[in-house]
Structures are given as C-alpha cells and as structure tokens.
C-alpha cells in the first residue's frame, strides 16, 4: 500500500445528497479511515475471503461499505434474515451492514461465511465492535471470525470533518469561509451524520433568513441542536 500514502486526500464515504452518490471520485481520506479506503481499492483483491469494518456510529462505515458494494456487484444481506440471502446468492460476493446491531444470527452468519468460501467469493461485515465482542457461542463461527480481517475505522478526525463539512456546503453550492468550518469542526459531535444535519440546518436557516452562514449563525445552530439533543441523536 506504499503508493496510498502520496495519493492526494480525495475520498469521502458519505451520501452527500444534492444528486452525490457513493461515487468512488467523491471520496476524502484522512488517518481515520484510510485503511478502510484502501481494503476498498483493494478489492477483489483482499488478506481473507471474509472482512470486518468495525468502527462507532457515524463513522462512515455503511457509507463505505456501500460504495463497496456497487464496486462488487454485491448482494445486501438482511442481518435479520440471512438464510433468504444465502438461498439468492450464487457466486456474487455479499454485504451485512450492521451485523452486531441485535443479536448476532450465528447459524444464519456461519452458513453464509462457509457459502461465500466455497464460491470462492468475499463477504463484507460493517459492526460497531470488533467481532470478540459479538457474544459468538458457535464455536465453528468463532473460529471463522478469528480468520477473518478486521479493519478498524475511527471517529473523523479534524482533517476528515473539515473536508466533509466543506464538501457539503459546496454539494449546496454554498461558499463557506474556513473560519466557520474551523469553528463547526470544534464544536459538533465527531460524527460524519451530525455534519450532514448541522449543514443541512443551517443551510435551511439561512434561506429562511435571507442571510450569508456566518461564524454566528454557526453558533446559533450548533447550541439549538446542543439543547435538542434528542432530535439529532445519531
């Protein structure tokens, strides 16, 4: 992965709205994801037939994950209901967002791991913890999971979060000055979808007002959402 390291920062795994889809040219990346980055560029190319993203909520992940499986061609697998999945399979690779959000299927997971192996195909799993968290009790499935690669991706850090809150706004065709990205960076939630929602409200409060987003506006925003935390909870 030596030549990642000079590519110019280009890779955002996030649905920006305004007409941007999970475009692989719409991307940004910084030290907070760009393992996860490249495991995508990497494909089909990859250290284990079964890969994890783990990382928190409003990290990127699914957003990733998604741009990966447009790239795959992959089948999205209900957590909820792999069987169906394992029955419309073949030899297309496969996708479960979130596998860890309840309890963990863990005959259902291990079918489809031994499928994928078969078909010589690769499986995508995005989960909030690392799988020697999941509670596994199937020791044929634990074992599975131990020889599968985990690639961590981190909460954004200010490179990341500033490069998303720009590119939002300009998605809007919105100019921005830095100051005011800089403040935004400082003091919202260090999550890619509470930039999404501060972005999106204060783009609806300027439009309302009829005035420019200032460093003001940005305060203003950023302390009602404070106080209504429950309404943007992510």
């Known amino acids: 992965m030596s030549d990642q390291k000079t590519d110019p920062p280009r890779q955002l795994p996030l649905d920006l709205g305004h007409g941007t889809g ?17 495991l995508v560029d990497r494909w089909p190319d990859w250290p284990s037939p079964v890969v994890v993203l783990a990382g928190p909520a409003g990290s990127g992940k699914t957003h990733l994950a998604s741009i990966w499986r447009v790239r795959a061609n992959a ?9 169906d999945g394992i029955a419309n399979l073949g030899t297309r690779p496969a996708l479960i967002d979130d596998v860890d959000a309840g309890m963990v299927d863990e005959q259902g997971l291990f079918h489809l791991i031994n499928a ?5 195909s690769t499986l995508l799993l995005t989960a909030r913890r690392f799988p020697s968290a999941w509670g596994v009790s199937l020791p044929d499935l634990a074992s599975r999971l131990k020889a599968a690669a985990t690639v961590e991706i981190h909460e954004p850090d200010d490179l990341l979060l500033a490069g998303v809150i720009t590119k939002l706004f300009a998605d809007r065709q919105i100019e921005v000055e830095a100051h ?3 403040y935004l960076v400082r ?8 930039a999404m929602r501060v972005v999106e409200r204060l783009d609806r409060t300027a439009l309302e007002r009829k005035t420019p987003i200032t460093r003001a ?6 302390s009602a959402m404070d106080e209504g935390q429950g309404e943007f909870e992510i």
């Open 22 to 38: 999970y475009s692989r040219d719409d991307l940004v990346v910084s030290g907070t994801n760009g393992q996860a980055v490249a």
């Open 75 to 83: 089948v999205a697998v209900d957590a909820r209901r792999i069987g």
């Open 116 to 120: 994928v192996r078969s078909a010589g």
């Open 180 to 182: 005011v990205v800089q």
């Open 187 to 194: 003091r919202i939630e260090r999550s890619l979808a509470t």
């Open 217 to 222: 506006l940005a305060a203003e925003t950023v």
